[in-house]
């Protein structure tokens, strides 16, 4: 039978599978709806995810709450996921080993959720999902295809929050994911082998 995300986060444990394990106050595996259709993918945990152990419940959390609101969804009807588990000190970007370490969980619960619709925030969720470096002010809003689902990346709230310029962005952004979600197409088929690892290339 098929894992569970709660037998998936037993199996993450008292995770020491790299050196932020030293660092951090909670794990923050990820919350919201096991049968969403939208998933959202973040970098890392900030200071109050790592406070609480829940994603995005800081000020870039408050500001993806409005946007959702104003596509007429709320958190709950989502399911909320990080490409690392643990902060990084100072929230640096995640180092290789670390993305290495961590995201095979984030890969099972992409599997479990089977979203139709993955939303990468940022550069580096996005990066991480199409297996490259990516800019983000040049692909995001846009719809690309995945491995069973469709991935969206769009500008990370934090940055909304640092540049005024950037609130229009991602508003516009989450108008295209709203636009998507109302599409009724299907993702393309998750390949029958078990990728080597995540990425859409
Ligand atoms: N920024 C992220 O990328 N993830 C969080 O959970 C919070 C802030």
């Known amino acids: 039978m098929a894992k569970t995300l709660e037998e998936l986060r037993e199996e993450l444990g008292e995770c020491t599978r790299c050196s932020l394990c030293r660092g951090r106050n909670n794990i923050v595996f990820g919350d919201g709806n096991p049968d969403?259709?939208?998933?959202?993918?973040?970098?890392?945990?900030?200071?109050a995810e790592d406070a609480q152990g829940l994603?995005?419940?800081?000020?870039?959390?408050?500001?993806?709450?409005?946007l959702l609101e104003d596509i007429g969804l709320k958190r709950g009807d989502t399911y909320i996921a990080n490409v690392i588990k643990c902060r990084p000190p100072g929230n640096r970007d995640p180092l290789p080993e670390e993305t290495e370490a961590c995201s095979p969980f984030l890969?099972?619960?992409?599997?479990?959720?089977?979203p139709r619709i993955l939303c990468a925030l940022g550069r580096?969720?996005?990066?991480?999902?199409?297996?490259?470096?990516?800019?983000?002010?040049r692909i995001h809003g846009q719809r690309f295809e995945g491995a069973g689902?469709?991935?969206?990346?769009?500008?990370?709230?934090?940055?909304?929050?640092?540049?005024?310029?950037?609130?229009?962005?991602?508003?516009?952004?989450f108008k295209s994911l709203e636009a998507y979600l109302a599409e009724d197409d299907s993702p393309p088929e998750p390949p029958a082998e078990e990728p080597e690892q995540m990425g859409l290339f």
Not at 36 to 47: C, S, T, Y
Not at 55 to 66: H, N, Q, S, Y
């Open 36 to 47: 969403a259709q939208l998933m959202f993918v973040g970098e890392a945990p900030g200071r």
């Open 55 to 66: 994603p995005f419940v800081g000020p870039a959390g408050k500001l993806l709450d409005r």
């Open 107 to 114: 890969q099972e619960q992409t599997e479990i959720i089977r």
């Open 124 to 137: 580096v969720a996005a990066g991480f999902m199409m297996g490259k470096s990516v800019q983000i002010t």
């Open 149 to 173: 689902y469709f991935l969206v990346p769009v500008l990370h709230p934090a940055a909304a929050l640092r540049a005024a310029s950037n609130m229009d962005l991602i508003r516009q952004d």
